[in-house]
Every structure is written in structure tokens, then in C-alpha cells.
């Protein structure tokens, strides 16, 4: 596993033992409207459809769904297309209260990659200040840790606000080159941090069924 991977899970749980005491973020926001009192309010949908957009989370857009399963639990599917081709992931979500607040994520994800190689302009071993090199994106598969909160609008829509840490399971590059240059170091660098994995960072827009 790569450094940033392991400091990036490092990072997460941390902030997630954090968010458990009196001085998280998600509670000093309840300061005025605590997730009792919006129980009290309203009864939330248990399920909802929206849109999302974000890094390492459903791409560029993206369909999402939140599935109730049972008052704190739901499964949330999403299809979006990101850089890597389209974006398919499932998560399980563990809400504090019914389906607002905080709550934590376990899921997977995959990019689909790209179907025809592309030619870009890229560092080689041979010729450092770039030159055109064929690259096929493959596909990558994520584990997905995360968090987030989710803000009720009105009486059945939410805006949700996601955040963690995505680990390539897939072994191997992701991609391969096919015009049998050599990457150099800058170029390898920059294509781990186009490719899927890594920081997740997701916002959307829910509406409840």
C-alpha cells in the first residue's frame, strides 16, 4: 500500500475519532438545530434519489440513491463518468439518526477506464519535456472509507456533504502505455493522482421518495 494511502486512512480515523466528542464539526452546527429536534420536526423520507458531484466520489456527475434498510442503515448505489471512464459504487451508510446528521460509509467503487487509448502529450525517460504517448486507461477498483453529514432542506430534501478515503484493490498501474515509451518519475506521479484513489470529496443534492 502506498504511503498516501496509509496516511490518508490515518487522517480519516483520526477525524473520525475526533467526530465522535462533544467538539466535532457535525455538532457545533447543532448548536441551534440538533438531530433530535429535527426528528421532532419532521419525519424524513427513508430513501432518496439526487445528484452528486466530486472527486474520487461519483465523478464529474452522478446519479445517486440512498435506500433506507432499516431507521439508521441504508445502501446507497451511484452511477456517474469521471476522467477514468464511468464510475459505479455502493455503499453501506450508518446514520447517527434516520437519515440525517452524521454518518459513516463502507463501500466499493469501480471505473470502468476508457474503451480506445488516448494520445497525450507526457514526460518519457527519453524525452523529458514531453512527447505524444498512447495510454489505455484499465479499469480500478476502490474500497471506500468515508463520513459525512447530511442537512435536511425543506421537509423532504436533503443536502449531503461526503468525505473520505478511497484504496486501489486493483494491482497494477490502472493503465499501460502502449507506444512503448517509458514514463519518467513526474509523469508516473501525475497519472497515480489522475487515477481513481485517494482523497474522496463528494456534495449533493437528495430528494426524498
Known amino acids: 500500500m502506498k504511503k498516501p494511502a496509509i496516511t490518508g486512512i490515518l487522517i480519516l480515523f483520526i477525524f473520525a475519532a475526533i467526530a ?3 467538539t466535532s464539526i457535525a455538532e457545533i452546527s447543532e448548536n441551534t438545530s440538533t438531530d433530535a429536534t429535527i426528528m421532532d420536526e419532521v419525519a424524513m423520507p427513508a430513501s432518496y434519489i439526487g445528484l452528486s458531484s466530486g472527486i474520487n466520489f461519483g465523478g464529474m456527475v452522478a446519479i445517486t440513491g440512498d435506500f433506507g434498510l432499516s431507521q439508521k ?3 446507497a448505489p ?3 463518468l469521471g476522467a477514468w471512464g464511468y464510475k459505479l459504487g455502493l455503499d453501506f451508510r450508518f446514520y447517527r439518526t434516520q437519515s440525517v446528521g452524521r454518518f459513516f460509509s463502507l463501500g466499493i467503487g469501480r471505473s470502468t477506464g476508457l474503451p480506445e487509448p488516448l494520445e497525450i502529450e507526457a514526460a518519457t525517460t527519453r524525452v523529458s519535456s514531453g512527447e505524444e ?15 459525512g ?12 456533504l461526503d468525505f473520505g478515503y478511497a484504496i486501489k484493490i486493483t494491482p497494477g498501474d490502472g493503465y499501460e502505455v ?5 514514463l519518467n518519475d513526474a509523469s508516473k506521479m ?6 481513481p484513489g485517494g482523497l474522496r ?3 449533493g443534492i437528495h430528494l426524498g421518495l
Open 73 to 75: 442503515t441504508s445502501i
Open 78 to 80: 451511484s452511477l456517474g
Open 20 to 22: 465522535g466528542e462533544n
Open 201 to 203: 470529496l463528494g456534495l
Open 178 to 182: 502502449l507506444s512503448g515509451e517509458t
Open 149 to 160: 453529514y447530511a442537512w435536511k432542506i425543506g421537509t423532504r430534501s436533503r443536502f449531503v
Open 190 to 195: 501525475a497519472m497515480s493522482w489522475l487515477r
Open 133 to 147: 504517448v498512447s495510454i489505455k486507461y484499465d479499469p480500478v477498483n476502490n474500497l471506500n472509507l468515508g463520513m
